[in-house]
């Protein structure tokens, strides 16, 4: 799809990130994710945008096909307990390749852009359980083995409250405020790739 549309995700809760440092198990090249929970009312006017965008690019398809098409699992899914039983939850699942290979043997470089609540960059971790709003590009595209499928392209988030990689805080450890050394970050935060077409947040 070559029309790039920025959406805005609602607030949620952060499952499994991966914002900070790639996962590259299973790709050397390194994916970026982070799923999303929230209510399904939350949820209700994300996914009625995104299926509208689905089905009209779905439509396209297949008048140029000219016969129907395999339909692929959209990303995102309804949340159950251990028992099976729905949750009343929606878990969106976005993610963004480390390093892409272009046509011209270049190797570009790109990751999510992490912000505070306040909209400054930061560098801290963030860990399951932070509540985020996601900034995503939903990518469409037809593979005649698979299907037509969606994509929701992780390029920013910002933490609106955070909880560290790992679970553990200062307290944790029994340490308590001390005058002395406090940290600053003050490293840049990469710009991200891709031109920004449109906006819209939920």
Sequence with gaps: M???????????????????EPDTKFDVKGIFSC????SAASAAP???????????????EVRDAKKKLKKCDLPWKECTNDSGNPTGEIEFK????????TKDGRTIEQRPILFDAKM?????????????RIGFEPNLWNVPATGVGMTLRLKAVQVI??????????????????EGFETAFTEDQPE?????????QF
């Design 120 to 132: 400054r960059p930061m560098n801290d971790r963030v860990g399951g359980g932070s509540i985020v």
């Design 94 to 101: 976005f993610k963004l390749t480390a390093k892409i290979d």
């Design 35 to 38: 799923g999303l929970r929230m």
């Design 46 to 60: 994300m996914i009625a945008t995104l299926t509208q965008m689905y089905d009209e690019y779905y439509a396209s």
């Design 161 to 178: 409250e955070l909880k560290e990689f790992g679970g553990r805080t200062a307290k944790d450890f029994g340490f308590s405020e001390e």
């Design 2 to 20: 070559s029309d790039k549309k920025r959406l805005t995700s609602p607030k949620g809760v952060a499952v499994w990130p991966k914002v900070n």
């Design 192 to 200: 991200e790739s891709g031109d920004v077409v449109d906006g819209k």
